[in-house]
């Protein structure tokens, strides 16, 4: 179940705030900046399946989306647990960062944890299949895809170099759980 806790920046151990309902979430991240929807396939998906069959079910919000916020090009990126470089891959967003263009993300199937760090609070966001999450340019924040990643995303990007990662240097990632789906 999709999941949004919010926390001080200094209190790790202690939720604020712990929400399942994604009409609360939507509207506790609103005034950040972040943009949070449930999308509803219009076939059946799954993973394995290709990316255009995968971006044809949600063409509509797709589309949308598109000719809201001006994006360039839009994929779909799939990661297995028996992916051999996994580990490489789950550390390369585990440190704070931010990108110099929104990071939009729909999550088809699968799931992986959001962590944003706004002024003197962190929001942890647990997508799952029916996702978007849309984080805004310029907010620091941490992916984590677990440690046995299974997930299929669609992805938006508005410049081929906006979404690399300029990394804080602060340790404030390492303050807070790391995803551990099931547990």
Known sequence: ??????????????????????????????????????????????????????????????????????????????????????????????????HKEDEVRFFVAGSGLFTLHVGDKVYEILCEAGDLVSVPDGTTHWFDMGPEPSFVAIRFFTEPDGWVGHFTGTDIARLFPRYEPGA
């Not at 920046?9 to 939507?26: V, Y």
């Not at 999308?39 to 399946?49: C, E, H, L, M, N």
């Not at 000719?67 to 580990?87: H, L, M, T, Y």
């Open 1 to 98: 179940m999709s999941r949004l806790r919010i926390f001080a920046d200094n209190e790790p151990g202690t939720a604020l705030l712990s929400t399942g309902n994604h009409a609360a979430m939507a509207r506790e991240l609103a005034p950040i900046g972040v943009g949070f929807e449930q999308w509803q396939a219009s076939a059946a998906v799954t993973p394995g399946d290709s990316p255009e069959s995968i971006m044809d079910a949600y063409r509509a919000d797709i589309d949308r989306l598109v000719a809201e916020r001006g994006f360039k090009s839009v994929d779909v990126v799939s990661i297995a647990p028996d992916n051999p470089n996994r580990e490489q891959m789950r550390a390369k967003f585990l440190d704070e960062h931010f």
